[in-house]
T-cell receptor
Framework: DTEVTQTPKHLVMGMTNKKSLKCEQH?????MYWYKQKAKKPPELMFV???????INESVPSRFSPECPNSSLLNLHLHALQPEDSALYLC????????????FGSGTRLTVV | AQKVTQAQTEISVVEKEDVTLDCVYE???????LFWYKQPPSGELVFLIR??????QNEISGRYSWNFQKSTSSFNFTITASQVVDSAVYFC?????????????FGTGTSLTVIP
């Protein structure tokens, strides 16, 4: 299995809703990442988990809350989002400490209304 | 300083023309990886190629070819006989190793429009 699977593919949520994005990989990668991408811009790193511990938080607002329950799963919990948070959210995984095997999921298209 | 520079923001070509997308990178690591991704209007990030720093052989895959030159820190991408379906944003990226995981640097992307 050489894939990173993200669910759901599309999500529409209101500003008062609570929702979660899910990311799963079974490649034995111990580093997992969340990116946010706006249209025609490169993906921007949000969070990095290394060996299930949060190692990088790129000053992301607290309305985004990541969670890594085990080595295969990464969640992004969303609460009280703003319309400007509408974007493509990408998950990726890689071997920790090795610059290869960086694999992206196909993303969740989030719309906040 | 930008780790990955894609100087061409937008390119338009007429169908069947060849087009080269430029990518210049900056790193002090001896071991690193370079990538190209395609992002069509549908939005998903499509992996095209990964090249490690020790392999400077050029690669050809159908109409796509890549020219990796360490001497100029460039990893350029050429599409031969372009087609309308090649219209997309193309990102070049660099991956370096760190203790906490890989640092992954994207270029700003080149938006390619192929005109029928």
């Amino acid at each position: 299995d050489t894939e990173v699977t993200q669910t759901p593919k599309h999500l529409v949520m209101g500003m008062t809703n609570k929702k979660s994005l899910k990311c799963e990989q079974h490649m034995g990668h111990r580093a997992m990442y969340w990116y946010k991408q706006k249209a025609k811009k490169p993906p921007e790193l949000m969070f990095v988990y290394s060996y299930e511990k949060l190692s990088i938080n790129e000053s992301v607002p607290s309305r985004f809350s990541p969670e890594c329950p085990n080595s295969s799963l990464l969640n992004l919990h969303l609460h009280a989002l703003q319309p400007e948070d509408s974007a493509l959210y990408l998950c990726a995984s890689s071997q920790a400490g090795a610059p290869y095997g960086y694999t992206f999921g196909s993303g969740t298209r989030l719309t906040v209304v | 300083a930008q780790k990955v520079t894609q100087a061409q923001t937008e390119i338009s070509v007429v169908e069947k023309e060849d087009v080269t997308l430029d990518c210049v990178y900056e790193t002090r690591d001896t071991t690193y990886y370079l990538f190209w991704y395609k992002q069509p209007p549908s939005g998903e990030l499509v992996f095209l190629i990964r090249r490690n720093s020790f392999d400077e052989q050029n690669e050809i895959s159908g109409r796509y070819s890549w020219n990796f030159q360490k001497s100029t820190s460039s990893f350029n991408f050429t599409i031969t006989a372009s087609q309308v379906v090649d219209s997309a944003v193309y990102f070049c990226a660099l991956s370096e190793s760190t203790l906490t995981g890989n640092q992954f640097y994207f270029g700003t992307g080149t938006s390619l429009t192929v005109i029928p």
